[in-house]
């Protein structure tokens, strides 16, 4: 871990309301996610889901910033996103479990699901392949005028994808109003970043000469105010950006890589999980500023487990598609 946590810097200051409520949204992405892997874990869900767990802080900080007909596009890494730009979580596990009532009716799964009402485009398979729906989605924006603005989230593993390169050119070019949003984990599957990404990730955007930025990202203080300054220049038609956010995942790279002494040691798990976790950062400032007290996370939690509980109970209960409608809505 090289990178220091630097105090936030918002430019409109959020008030307690709104920092418990970013709380909340973190809180509900992490209790969802535990119980997507229990789900795996009970062989209730088929397929793999790769969780977002520690992360939370940038897909909160960055869609906290945005308005609701704003467009994000995802990754195969995407309930964050999804549940941090408005998705509801009963269709969310309803898709997971193959359900008729999940967002792609039970076809999809965990790295498909699309909210056409909260702005969201999609979660992707393919590592980078949201830059050109993201891009197209900002040259709409641009056109319609109404002064939406697109994110693209990927990993850093993306950055060795040709896509994010056209894109960012053409976005530079046409001054599109979209983020590129890299969120380095330090690792691409099982490998470590620097084995796989020469260079400098910042400066490959800057070079098309795209406002490039980097940040500590399991501070949403810092996520937000960041987000929230690009973003409004990105309405105000000044451009793309590009944002850099290190972070970590604290699962593997999908449910099923548990033991993972052979690519990254446990020390460094403990270290981002104890001294770096978004959570507590937030709820750690918020009882520092003795601007609220324990009982209210409390309260939180145990609300949001049996909002999370009853969305399971939900898909396990809910029907499958019917067999005659096997082929339809199925494009690829
Ligand atoms: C074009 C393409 N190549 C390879 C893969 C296989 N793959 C899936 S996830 C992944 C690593 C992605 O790393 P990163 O983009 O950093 O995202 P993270 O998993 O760390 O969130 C790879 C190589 C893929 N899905 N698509």
Known sequence: M???PTPPAA?????????????????????FEERVNELYMKALMPGL?????????????????????????STHRGHGHCLAKGASVDRMFAELLGKEAGYCRGKGGSMHIADQDTGNLGANAIVGGSAGIATGAAFSAKRLGKGQVAVCFF??????????????????????????????????????YTETT????????????????EIYGQDVRMVYATAQRLVARARRGEGPAFLLCNTYRY????VGDINRAYYRPKEEEQDWATNHDPLKTLSG?????????????????????????AAMQFAINAPFPELKEVDENVYA
């Open 2 to 4: 090289t990178q220091t």
């Open 11 to 31: 430019s409109t200051a959020p008030d307690v309301e709104q920092w418990l409520h970013m709380y909340e949204q973190m809180a509900k992405i992490r209790e």
């Open 49 to 73: 889901a790769h969780l977002y767990i520690g992360q939370e802080a940038v897909a909160v900080g960055v869609c906290e910033a945005l308005r609701r007909d704003d467009y994000i596009t």
């Open 155 to 192: 990993g850093e593993g993306a950055m060795g994808q040709g896509l994010i390169y056209e894109t960012m050119n053409m976005a530079q070019l046409w001054k599109l109003p979209i983020i590129y949003l890299c969120e380095n984990n330090l690792y691409n599957e099982y490998t470590h």
């Open 198 to 213: 020469a260079g400098d990730l910042k400066a490959r955007a800057s070079a098309f000469g795209i406002q490039a930025e």
């Open 251 to 254: 699962h593997g790279h999908h």
């Open 285 to 309: 400032w918020l009882l520092d500023q003795k601007l609220t007290d324990q009982a209210v996370f409390d309260q939180i939690h145990a609300q949001i487990k049996s909002e999370i509980e």
